[in-house]
């Protein structure tokens, strides 16, 4: 079973930064592509950010490119991996629940936040950017 969790959110003032962290575990994780996504209030679902189940490559929305980094720490055995999302600039916009979510994939080298599909996700951590 794969157990995703996040942390780190919090209150930020406009232009500040966060990092969020989500904590995954479980079998086969390193045929799994890893990413975040965010919901806000009446707003579709973004898909951010991903990185490749192999670590070396990422994709980025529009909206978080120049701003936000992703990156992936595997542990010895892959039973367990850290994605962390790195966030400067923040702004109002930036406002919603962030989700960290993991794909299994064949591909262990690519990402697309193109693609809205997801095995699993965890249950989300609030940011919220306001002065």
């Known amino acids: 079973q794969l157990l995703l969790e996040e942390s780190g959110g919090g209150l930020v003032q406009p232009g500040g930064s966060l990092r969020l962290s989500c904590a995954a575990s479980?079998?086969?994780?390193?045929?799994?592509?890893i990413g975040w996504f965010r919901q806000a209030p009446g707003k579709v679902r973004e898909v951010i950010a991903c990185v490749s189940a192999s670590g070396t490559n990422t994709h980025y929305a529009d909206s978080a490119k120049g701003r936000f980094t992703i990156s992936r720490v595997n542990a010895m055995d892959n039973a367990k991996i850290t994605v962390d999302l790195q966030m400067n600039n923040l702004t109002p916009e930036d406002t919603a629940v962030y989700y960290c979510?993991?794909?299994?994939?064949?591909?262990?080298?690519?990402?697309?936040?193109?693609?809205?599909?997801?095995?699993?996700w965890g249950q989300g951590t609030l940011l919220t950017v306001s002065s």
């Open positions: 979510y993991a794909k299994s994939t064949f591909v262990r080298t690519l990402c697309d936040v193109r693609s809205l599909s997801t095995d699993a």
């Open positions: 479980g079998a086969g994780l390193d045929y799994d592509l």
